[in-house]
């Protein structure tokens, strides 16, 4: 039976329970418009106290973003088995899953908020994107790309990230078809560059192997013939 007594909390445990607080916020209102005062209300605690775990909101605000930014990374993490489009969808969907449950904290993120333009908020959004790049090449089996893959990689990866951001701004066409396109757009680029380069052409060939007929790929593929025709 509970004695109506609030638990005493350590320092570690309020610290995480006031940037889970601050992302909850985050995730409806961008960092800008969130004050301390609605992240001690929303923990149950007072302004000065919010200050004795944190210097300040800025200090939060990076505490927070590192905390979504690791949980990003995280979204891009896909076991090496089966075809390739069907990994890569997997990944735009559970990515579209965290920008559709924290709109507004991603776009902060991306486009900048009360941290733009620090080192640390800096170094956290490269961490996301390096993160999600070495994924990527995880999936094609390389080690030491060459430049043109990273050129291709690095590529995909921001237009995953503009494409989100474009998205969340009025949500105009459905998430499901923009994932299935990003997958696409991987395959347009990787493509194009095989074109111009052998040894992008026997890379993407490796990787292509054993596609299924009813995967993204080679749904794209039907798309191209039927445009042309």
Do not use: C
Request: hydrophobic letters at 45%; proline letters at 5%; charged letters at 25%.
């Amino acid at each position: 039976m509970s004695t109506g007594v609030r638990r005493r909390m350590g320092v570690e445990e309020r610290r995480e329970q006031l940037i889970g607080v601050a992302l909850e916020l985050f995730s409806r209102r961008s960092p800008d418009e969130v004050s301390i005062d609605e992240i001690a209300s929303a923990a149950g605690i007072s302004r000065p106290l919010v200050y004795h775990y944190f210097p300040g909101k800025l200090s939060l605000y990076e505490a927070a973003l590192k905390r979504a930014s690791d949980d990003l990374a995280e979204r891009f993490v896909e076991p090496h088995e089966g075809p390739l489009g069907a990994r890569l969808l997997r990944v735009m969907r559970r990515y579209f899953d965290f920008v559709d449950d924290h709109g507004p904290g991603f776009s902060a993120l991306m486009r900048g908020g009360p941290a733009v333009g620090s080192s640390t908020t800096n170094a956290l959004i490269d961490s996301v994107r390096q993160a999600a790049y070495e994924q990527i090449l995880a999936h094609l089996g390389v080690t030491d790309p060459p430049a043109r893959l990273e050129l291709v990689v690095r590529s995909w990866v921001s237009l995953a990230e503009s494409t989100a951001l474009i998205w969340l701004d009025g949500r105009r066409i459905p998430r499901e078809e923009l994932e299935v396109q990003l997958v696409h757009d991987f395959a347009a680029l990787a493509a194009i560059s095989a074109a111009h380069d052998a040894e992008m052409a026997a890379l993407m060939r490796r990787a292509l192997e054993g596609e299924p007929s009813d995967g993204p790929f080679t749904d794209l593929v039907a798309r191209l013939i039927a445009l042309a025709s």
